[in-house]
């Protein structure tokens, strides 16, 4: 069982920058495949990042391309989302999910993902 806690959520201005932390227990997050996932009210959840289990490959949504960066400290267990540039349209609610799946285009899919966080809001005033 992995257990995950988001955390750095908040309110922001339109152009600030956040930073969310996905702080993992019960396992070692370097056996798994991380991702960031958003989901606004009344839209389905969507990938935001996905970083590999050595953290050398990282993918983003069209969205997050520019202004969002993925990355992981393994031996503190921690993945980190660095947002910069917030947009009123970012505004959501934040999670982190863990696979033990392949990296490839199923990286994109929530429904790959195993383990969830409960998640952290982020909302972007205009």
């Known amino acids: 069982q992995v257990y995950l806690v988001e955390s750095g959520g908040g309110l922001v201005q339109t152009g600030g920058s956040l930073r969310l932390s996905c702080a993992g227990s019960?396992?070692?997050?370097?056996?798994?495949?991380m991702g960031w996932f958003r989901q606004a009210p009344g839209k389905e959840r969507e990938i935001v990042a996905a970083?590999?289990?050595?953290?050398?490959?990282?993918a983003y949504s069209d969205s997050a391309k520019g202004r969002f960066t993925v990355s992981r400290d393994n031996p503190k267990n921690i993945v980190y989302l660095e947002m910069n540039g917030l947009k009123p349209e970012d505004t959501a609610a934040f999670f982190c999910?863990?696979?033990?799946?392949?990296?490839?285009?199923?990286?994109?899919?929530?429904?790959?993902?195993?383990?969830w966080g409960q998640g952290t809001q982020v909302t972007v005033s205009s």
């Open positions: 019960g396992r070692t997050l370097d056996n798994y495949i």
């Open positions: 999910a863990a696979t033990q799946g392949l990296w490839d285009g199923r990286v994109y899919n929530p429904s790959e993902y195993t383990y």
């Open positions: 970083i590999s289990r050595g953290g050398v490959w990282t």
